[in-house]
């Protein structure tokens, strides 16, 4: 792994380590996390079929974290995806479970943006305000019906965190102003990701977070290779360049917000 300046610990704020690519990997995971000070990161549920694995790994771990939710791509024939309000609100007591999702709308890949995406996401909304947790919220092009369902159903009580974020500036900042926290991801770190460069500029350092949503979307220059959360490091290195501010920073900053906003 190659070096980076700074003498500060981070978070990964986003991570799917219950996936398949990490069976049996996770002791190297948890060294190389401790090799770059990377000492928490929230492991994100995306179906109920799989989500305790996701438990068992917060469970296991004093430093890791579990979301419980369903994720907008998971259709209505996947597995583990029809749920109730009531149903997230109990698996949600957990204490080691400190938000809702990743929910949200996914209209990249489904086009059609279908009327299901939309209701599951209300659900996961009045759950996370019925429970008091934040929200984990994914959204691709689909964020202006985002934002209005966040304000239909008053996100904003519990807020949250807009994950992986590759929309513009004034989609960040109309996000903000719902009490929601920004993270960003490998992406930032891509040559082309111009409007993520310039969200990253426009985010405040008081509403910022950095994730690397593994196994996918690794950081320059891992471009490619399975991710993991050790690489949140790169990610956090690039977000401190584009701000014109130490990765110490960035690291402190984002370590902070994540402790407010999972009330740690
Ligand atoms: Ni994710």
Redesign the pocket.
């Known amino acids: 792994m190659s070096p980076v300046n700074a003498s500060t610990t981070l978070v990964d704020s986003?991570c799917?380590l219950d996936f398949p690519d990490f069976d049996g990997r996770i002791a190297e995971i948890r060294s190389a996390m401790q090799e770059n000070g990377v000492t928490h990161a929230l492991c994100?549920s995306?179906n109920l079929a799989d989500f305790p694995k996701v438990l068992r790994l917060a469970e296991d771990y004093d430093n890791f974290y579990a979301s419980v939710g369903i994720?907008p791509e998971q259709g209505p024939e996947s597995a583990g995806v029809n749920t109730t309000v009531e149903e997230l609100v109990s698996l949600a007591r957990h204490p080691k479970v400190v938000a809702i999702g990743?929910t949200g709308l996914d209209y990249h890949w489904h086009k059609d943006a279908p009327e299901w995406q939309r209701e599951r996401f209300r659900l996961h909304i009045r759950a996370a305000r019925a429970s008091g947790k934040p929200l984990v919220v994914?959204t691709r092009d689909a964020a202006a019906d985002t934002l209005r369902i966040m304000e239909e159903e008053g996100a904003g009580e519990v807020g949250g965190v807009m994950?992986?974020f590759t929309e513009s500036v004034e989609v960040a900042q109309a996000a903000i102003r719902q009490n929601f926290y920004i993270s960003f991801s490998g992406i930032v770190t891509f040559k082309n990701a111009a409007i993520v460069h310039e969200a990253a500029r426009g985010v405040p350092l008081d509403r910022l977070l950095v994730e690397t949503?593994s196994p996918y979307l690794a950081p320059v220059p891992y471009r490619g290779k399975i991710n993991q959360p050790a690489y949140v490091r790169h990610v956090a290195e690039k977000v401190a360049e584009l701000k014109g501010v130490s990765v110490d920073v960035v690291n402190s900053a984002t370590s902070d917000n994540f402790r407010a906003l999972f009330k740690l």
Request: glycine content about 0%; overall charge negative.
């Open positions: 986003h799917h994100i995306v994720h990743e994914h994950h992986c949503d």
